[in-house]
């Protein structure tokens, strides 16, 4: 079993910025998929990166070159790094861990979940 606990996020104005942190307990994240997924208010959930456990990001076009995902496998953590947010980046934010790397883009490649943290952006 993994337990994923996410933290960072808050309420920010347009424009600004947020580091979104996932720890993880249980077993060690090097040899998982981790991704990062969004849901906001009447709205599906939605895949916004991921990363392999070599490093490689993989990231939803509505959030390239804005967002940026990390891992630090010694500290079993991950991390999304959130850049001129927009109102439309409100969402609750998942952390997830999976092993598929063919599906590593949609929730089902995935079995592992935190909680969420909220991020709201204000215009």
């Known amino acids: 079993q993994v337990q994923l606990i996410e933290s960072g996020g808050g309420l920010v104005q347009a424009g600004g910025s947020l580091r979104l942190s996932c720890a993880a307990s249980?077993?060690?994240?090097?040899?998982?998929?981790m991704g990062w997924f969004r849901q906001a208010p009447g709205k599906e959930r939605e895949f916004v990166a991921r990363?392999?456990?070599?490093?490689?990001?993989y990231y939803a076009d509505s959030v390239k070159g804005r967002f940026t995902m990390s891992r630090d496998n010694a500290k079993n953590m991950v991390y999304l790094q959130i850049n001129s947010l927009k109102p439309e980046d409100t969402a609750v934010y998942y952390c997830?861990?999976?092993?598929?790397?063919?599906?590593?883009?949609?929730?089902?490649?995935?079995?592992?979940w935190g909680q969420g943290t909220q991020v709201t952006v204000s215009s």
């Open positions: 249980g077993r060690t994240l090097s040899s998982y998929v």
């Open positions: 997830a861990a999976g092993r598929s790397y063919s599906l590593a883009s949609t929730s089902s490649g995935y079995s592992y």
């Open positions: 990363i392999w456990s070599d490093g490689t990001t």
